[in-house]
């Protein structure tokens, strides 16, 4: 698993310069069981916009685009680092109409980063994973907000407050859907138990990703040691080979003619039978070694 999807609400949308202001990132769990960690995140976001402002001719901070696909749905005004509060503030200008119109019938929730994961490894304050985030873009999506859930709506410098239209669609429910009351929240909230479950199970899932994701990772890493190793292997085979065609030494080399008794043969070790040879005179050793030959044929 190396890629990364985080859901954040929106908190503010301007409508007089078609402005939508939220977190990017902050570091806290998400639902996903996991801590987006804010310290080593923070360069690769800054890296990310700076490449983004130098290729729009500094015009735009970042892409936006919707539901992590290919519209283009605007462009980030403005990123700033909140180190005390560890989160990423981003505004982001809307220019596609039909984008627009989600985000002001309140149909968009929330900014969604995407990206991948540089590292991950178990937070040891928590039962959480903590991450390091690099992005490739952020995104306006519809994830479900929480019951009740508001953003600010900014129109000739009055602020209200709208409630996001309900999943069933934008259609029926735009942005005049009435808030519900506090004892509907009340009811759809689910059970603290029910909540700490969750966050449980996220958490094993995690784990268990990471594991998996290791796993992954030593596989590779003993594939590239077979694959260098590879070549030696075969070339080691084509010695053995080589070897085994060659055709074995004839036996006759351990054994030689006793001076004493023509015609009866003594059992030597090579080094015994190579020193008497040596030893002998040049014809006298020509004349055994064509003994031994005659009286040990090679056979094929």
């Known amino acids: 698993m190396s890629s990364l999807d985080l859901f954040l609400r929106l908190a503010k949308v301007d409508l007089d310069r078609r402005l939508v202001t939220g977190v990017a990132t902050a570091e806290t769990p998400d639902r996903a069981g996991e801590i987006c960690d804010y310290a080593s995140s923070k360069p690769y976001f800054e890296k990310w916009s700076a490449e983004a402002l130098e290729a729009s001719g500094g015009k735009s901070f970042g892409a936006v685009r919707a539901m992590h696909g290919r519209v283009a749905a605007g462009k980030l005004t403005d990123i700033s680092f909140d180190d005390e509060g560890k989160r990423i503030v981003v505004a982001a200008k809307i220019v596609d109409d039909d984008e627009w119109r989600k985000v002001t019938e309140g149909v968009y929730t929330g900014f969604s980063q995407g ?25 306006l999506v519809d994830l479900p907000c929480l019951p009740g859930a508001t953003f600010e709506v900014v129109k000739d410098g009055v602020i209200e407050k709208r409630a996001f239209a309900r999943a069933a669609g934008f259609a029926e429910a735009g942005a005049d859907a009435p808030q519900q009351d506090s004892a509907a929240q009340a009811r759809a909230a689910p059970p603290k138990e029910t909540s700490a479950a969750f966050y449980k199970a996220a958490a094993e899932l995690a784990e268990a990703a990471l594991k998996l994701e290791k796993a992954e990772q030593d596989n590779a890493r003993l594939r590239k040691a077979l694959d260098d190793i590879s070549p030696a292997l075969a070339e080691l085979a084509k010695r053995v080979a080589a070897l085994e065609a060659q055709p074995l030494p004839a036996k006759a080399a351990l054994r030689t003619i006793a001076k004493s008794a023509d015609g009866v043969a003594e059992t030597l070790s090579a080094e015994e039978a190579i020193r008497r040879l040596a030893a002998l005179p040049a014809e006298a050793r020509a004349l055994a070694l064509t003994k031994l030959s005659l009286a040990n044929p090679l056979k094929y």
């Open 115 to 139: 990206g991948r994961y540089v590292r991950r490894w178990p937070d040891p304050d928590t039962s959480f994973l903590r991450y390091t985030a690099e992005p490739h873009e952020i995104s």
